[in-house]
């Protein structure tokens, strides 16, 4: 089954970028989508098809995918931005759903 | 708005059945993939099975295949998970999605399978 990998956690202090990485095979080749998660509330895409953005998400979040792996970026970081972010891809091969691990961001 | 709103969920014990249901408003339901997606104490989002919007296809993971069944009611804009032979490793917090981005989430039904 296709996987999805990201790292388990990242740091960074406010205002400085935190990029967040989600690995797969031939990722490039698909849309990769974008969730956060604040603690105790429902996930909230961040991110879709790639590299756009929701209405009403700041235009600090951007993501782009190459090369198999997918990256989230946020500037400028805020601590309202601490969370849990997952990638997730429509696997075609396996008509699945497949999520990343997810990847929590501390800001210091 | 959209809304999504869960409800069904419960203590149950293991082997037992349950049936959730998600209440939708404020979109054209009839017109959107629907996602149930669940998430267990701690851990990551895990996909669960999803709808196509005329319910004709559907799609489940292999860790509920055979156990659970999700359907619709257009009509009255609900979707449902039907869930069989329910084990402890099923609980969960269960999540309602619209979409193929799951652009939008209800806020979660919690389900305890335990003895």
Redesign the interface.
Known sequence: SYVLTQPPSVSVAPGQTAKITCAGDHLETQSVHWYQQRPGQAPVLVVYDDSDRPSGIPERFSGSNSANTATLTISRVEAGDEADYYCQVWDRRSEHVVFGGGTKVTVL | QVQLVESGGGVVQPGSSLTLSCAASGFSFSSYVM?W?RQAPGK????VA?IWSEGNKK?Y??AVKGRFTISRDNSNNTLYLHMNSLRVDDTAVF?CARD?????????TLVTVSS
Not at chain 2, 44 to 47: A, I, P, V, Y
């Open positions: 996602y997606v990551g989002l895990e996909w999803l799609f993971s292999d999540y193929r981005t799951l652009k939008n989430w209800g806020q979660g």
